[in-house]
């Protein structure tokens, strides 16, 4: 292997010429420590492998958090990029391109938008969550200030999107976050249903994901988005569907909320869309179904300077065309199913089972020990999440095939039954 030749500004290093160590120093005295130490630093990567400073490879069964859908360097993906990036690659908007109008055309196609639907193209999830949230301010108005979230969600670090997430240790620090947000327990159809009965006029929407990733992998129980979405519309409130990390093939449909047992039929008035968009490349996207929705931000009530980037869509555009020419969303819900079934079929004492959709699996644990068996796949060449303290997290390349998913098989089946016998309940 080559190295590939790192260029920063007036230096020029080779990655090999510093190992793993060196690059994890510089890290801890250059980079702001939100994220903590980074478990290695990677120089490179092909298909679903990456390779660290010191020229190891890892099979990457996170994919960048869901990100990378045709995995590293994929030439189709790349070869856009590069084409769009030499062609045109950034105006303002108050120009047009042809890449953006036609992600918005694409997205709306396949989402089976209604007539007027509209949307906005952002850089991240959290910006689409964030245009979500003035959305539903503007369909409210002083009348309905309530919106409802649920416990457990995650809807990104921005304030308004801070004011959407659950998780005290993220948000408590950075109050007093937009108000109005209430909480209600996850998948409880009478918490909702109590919701809406007092003081349903005042409620502006109702923000969900389909399957909630951070939280450990949980999708909502059937019918309970059928559910949301008719109390929604008995009380004019919005239903704002986060699919930052379920959408775009990830669960084997390109949206969760199309599966049946998810949300079969359910037409939101909002979704969101990031992560997997642009295969690893930023880009996101509001997509506003119906005409009402769709002009509730006017004409200079939001906006952004790299959003709508031709490079951004010409990136979505590219993963898309791939996920159709390669017939992925199949692939995902076949390679899915087989591994769900495998894991399961592991019958180790230390899986209590796999939950999720397609490629977005949660592998539940019967003791608190997911980062531990996160570090030890690290070792073994294998880069899974601990999400929660019992929850690995897998969100692999749809490109992926059973054979290199089979390493996780072996490495599984290689636990030590009573692996942190020891590690107590940390709740
Ligand atoms: C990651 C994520 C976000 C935030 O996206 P960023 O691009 O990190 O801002 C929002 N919602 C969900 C469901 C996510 O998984």
Not at 288 to 310: K, S
Not at 367 to 385: F, K, Q, S, T, W
């Amino acid at each position: 292997m080559t190295p590939a030749a790192l260029t920063t500004g007036m230096t020029t290093t080779t990655a090999g010429d510093v190992d793993v160590a060196g690059w994890t120093d510089r890290y801890t005295h250059a980079v702001m420590d939100t994220f903590g130490p980074p478990q290695r630093v990677l120089v490179r990567g092909e298909g679903p492998y990456v390779w660290d400073a010191d020229g190891r490879r890892y099979l990457d069964l996170l994919g960048g958090i869901a990100v990378n859908s045709l995995g590293h360097a994929h030439p189709t993906l790349t070869a856009a990029i590069s084409a769009q990036l030499g062609t045109l690659g950034h105006v303002s908007n108050f120009f047009g391109t042809p890449t953006q109008i036609t992600l918005a055309e694409r997205l709306l196609g396949l989402l089976g938008a209604p007539a007027g639907s509209r949307v906005f193209l952002t850089n991240s999830g959290a910006e689409a969550n964030e245009a979500a949230f003035k959305l539903l301010r503007r369909h409210g108005g002083p009348e309905r200030p309530r919106v409802l979230a649920l416990e457990g969600a995650f809807h990104g670090r921005t304030m308004g999107a801070l004011a959407l997430t659950h998780k005290a240790a993220y948000r408590e620090p950075f109050e007093p976050l937009p108000g109005g947000v209430e909480f209600l327990p996850f998948g409880d159809l009478d918490a909702l249903e109590a919701a809406f009965a007092t003081g349903g006029a005042q409620v502006a929407g109702l923000v969900v994901e389909p399957v909630q990733g951070e939280a450990g992998v949980r999708p909502l129980p059937a019918g309970w988005l059928a559910a949301a979405r008719r109390l929604t519309a008995e009380h004019g409130a919005l239903l704002v569907l986060d699919e930052v990390q379920s959408g775009m093939g990830r669960t084997g449909r390109w949206f969760a909320h199309q599966h049946p047992h998810l949300g079969g039929g359910v037409v939101p008035d909002v979704v969101t869309l990031a992560k997997g968009l642009g295969g690893g490349f930023p880009v996101g996207a509001l997509v506003a179904l119906g005409e009402h929705a769709a002009t509730l931000l006017g004409r200079g009530q939001h906006g952004t300077t790299f959003g709508g980037n031709p490079v951004a869509a010409a990136a979505a555009l590219a993963v898309m065309g791939v996920v159709e020419r390669d017939g992925l969303l199949a692939h995902v819900t076949d390679l899915g199913a087989w591994l769900r079934a495998e894991v399961q079929g592991l019958g180790h004492p230390l899986v209590a089972g796999v939950r999720g959709e397609g490629l977005l699996l949660g592998v539940v644990l019967t003791r608190p020990v997911a980062a531990l068996v996160a570090a030890r796949a690290l070792e073994a060449g294998l880069i899974v999440n601990p999400c929660t303290p019992e929850v690995l997290r897998l969100a692999p390349p749809y490109v992926l095939t059973r054979d290199q998913a089979g390493d996780l098989l072996a490495f599984l089946a290689g636990l030590p039954a009573d692996l942190g016998a020891d590690v107590g309940d940390p709740a």
